[in-house]
């Protein structure tokens, strides 16, 4: 490795396809010694940038320059022989061949035109032993772990001596094990002075690893920042959906701080919940619980509302001891879940969005029980549907047809008519695009204002903090902070910290 890191830069980059300028006079510099994050919704030009980046596409107009020289690749070799790697999502090895063979694809080691296979696999057994992993440089790579596989294309890159190496999106299907082993190599590149562009929309990665980020939008390069030391989510959020973040979650105080508690949770514990857990929800107030995935956060919930059985531990509601077993006995507590998986658990997809809408209102419009007034159903569910914008042909079209906002919107709107006094909602906008996340946040606060305690999990770092009157932190089965939003201690990166598994403190404090 040279003494000075290396640096890229993107000079008014275009390209375009039939009918769509995916890339519009981009540019930017990358410093090396860094890892840069690529930021931007769908089809923000993220992945064409790569592939210009990696001579897949040649742009219509513009130069990179590496290390201050033009390399106006026009094929991935080239761009390959520039220095430059790309790791995509789709990976790019060949799955017959062995590991070995796939590291040195191209440039084997050869002596008199013999390939060296026993040289080639020492050389390959180091290079992956260097990066922490034993993978038998025999394997097929068909027989690999999507996560091992990727340790091969890195250490490709390395046989290559990369002085760029992009990723797209990495940890799309990595386990939190693997990404933090992914993350500790990432590291050890940036130390060695290379160029590292990482491509992702998720804030809490972009915090944890990145230390620059570029946002694009609709293709054209919004800004860069080229360190993101005490810059707030919110405005990588604001650059990315080119509004300003208070149009996004439309955040207001509601007074809720002398309310009583809507409900009280002491010392509950269960699966995945390892260490007890107690904390309070006034009525009328939002609290949002962050944490990595895996660390329990909807265990937590499921445990709350009956579906998984509590260790331990004792719920209050409205400062009653209340006995929950099932979520059936939950929502007879007026405690009621909106579950993570909307598809498998949220909604009925084969019914109606009408019927959808009053399965939990059936009691209400019955006194009996059991006799339903349809022309009261309908008129709800008419009420409900206008009232939240849903958007759905009719109210007989089969819920599964609608899009997951408006999906959502229905599964929210069923609470909205009954009589609850808690809400748990488990990544209420995961899948849902901007502009029906925002109807989504005026749903919850409207279910706030009206006295009921709701607790938001998210793993949106800009979600949590852009909705939540104060946000637990949980890592690992337990919960570790408590930060309200007026705190000076409300910040991302302070969240983050407590987020984060304490073996990557210790990785990142070596660093
Ligand atoms: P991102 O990776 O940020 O989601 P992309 O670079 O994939 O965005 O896409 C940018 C724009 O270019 C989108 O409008 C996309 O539909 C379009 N696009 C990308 N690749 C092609 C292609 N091969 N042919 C036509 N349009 C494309
Ligand atoms: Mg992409």
């Known amino acids: 490795m040279p003494d000075a890191p290396h640096n890229l830069r993107f000079h008014s980059i275009s390209k375009s396809f039939p009918g769509v300028r995916a890339l519009a006079d981009v540019s930017f510099d990358v410093a090396g010694g860094s890892v840069h994050a690529l930021m931007g919704e769908n089809g923000a030009g993220k992945s064409t940038l790569l592939k210009v980046l990696s001579g897949v596409y040649r742009p219509d107009t513009g130069e990179l320059l590496i290390d201050g020289q033009p390399a106006a690749f026009g094929s991935t070799s080239a761009a390959l022989a520039a220095g430059v ?9 060949v799955p017959e061949l062995s590991v070995a063979e796939n590291l040195f694809l191209g440039h084997m080691h050869a002596a008199g035109g013999v390939v060296r296979f026993p040289a080639m696999r020492a050389a ?3 290079l992956l032993s260097s990066l922490g992993e034993s993978i038998s440089p025999r394997a097929k790579i068909s027989s690999l772990p999507i996560a091992q596989r990727q340790m091969v294309e890195i250490a490709k890159a390395l046989t290559r001596n990369a002085r760029v190496i992009a990723f797209d999106e990495p940890t799309s299907s990595l386990s939190d094990r693997e990404v933090d082993r992914l993350f500790a190599v990432i590291n050890r590149l940036r130390h060695e002075g290379r160029v590292i562009l990482y491509v992702t929309h998720r804030m809490d990665e972009v915090y944890r690893l990145c230390d620059a980020a570029t946002v694009l939008r609709d293709g054209r390069h919004v800004q860069t920042f080229p360190s993101l ?9 604001a650059r990315m959906v080119g509004r ?11 007074p809720h701080a002398s309310n009583p508690n809507a409900i009280d949770v002491k010392d509950i ?3 995945g919940v390892h260490t007890p857990a107690s904390f309070s929800v006034a009525r009328g107030e939002i609290l ?20 998984t059985p509590a260790r331990s531990g004792q719920i209050f509601i409205h400062g009653k001891p209340v006995h929950i077993t099932s979520p059936r006995s939950a929502i007879r507590n007026g405690l009621v879940l ?5 598809k498998k658990e949220g909604i009925i997809p084969i019914r109606s969005v009408m019927e959808n809408l009053n399965i939990s209102g059936r009691r ?8 339903i007034n349809p022309a009261r159903e309908r008129q709800n569910a008419d009420t409900f549907v206008k009232k939240l914008a849903v958007k759905t042909p009719s109210l007989k079209q089969l819920i599964s047809n609608l899009s997951g906002g408006n999906q959502q919107k229905v599964i929210l709107a069923r609470w909205l008519s009954e009589n609850i006094r808690v809400i748990l909602l488990d990544e209420p906008t995961r899948g849902i695009d901007i502009g029906a996340k925002s109807e989504i946040y005026s749903i919850i606060y409207n279910l706030a204002s009206q006295g009921i305690g709701v607790v938001a999990v998210s793993s949106e770092l800009p979600e949590v903090m852009g909705i939540s009157d104060r946000v637990l932190v949980m890592r690992q089965g337990a919960l570790v902070a408590d930060i309200p939003r007026n705190s000076p201690d409300f910040t991302p990166q302070n969240l983050l910290q407590h987020a984060l598994p304490v073996a990557i403190h210790a990785i990142q404090g070596a660093a």
């Open 85 to 93: 790697s790309v790791i995509y999502q789709e990976l790019h090895l």
């Open 124 to 126: 390959a057994r180091a």
């Open 229 to 237: 030391k005490g810059v707030p989510p919110g405005d990588l959020v």
């Open 244 to 254: 300003s973040i208070a149009d996004v979650f439309r955040y207001t105080p509601r």
């Open 269 to 271: 514990s269960g699966k």
């Open 288 to 307: 949002g619980i962050f944490g990595l995935v895996g660390a329990g956060r909807s265990e937590l919930l499921k445990i709350l509302f009956g579906a």
């Open 338 to 342: 909106c579950p993570e998986d909307r």
């Open 364 to 371: 209400h419009f019955s006194p009996l029980g059991f006799l």
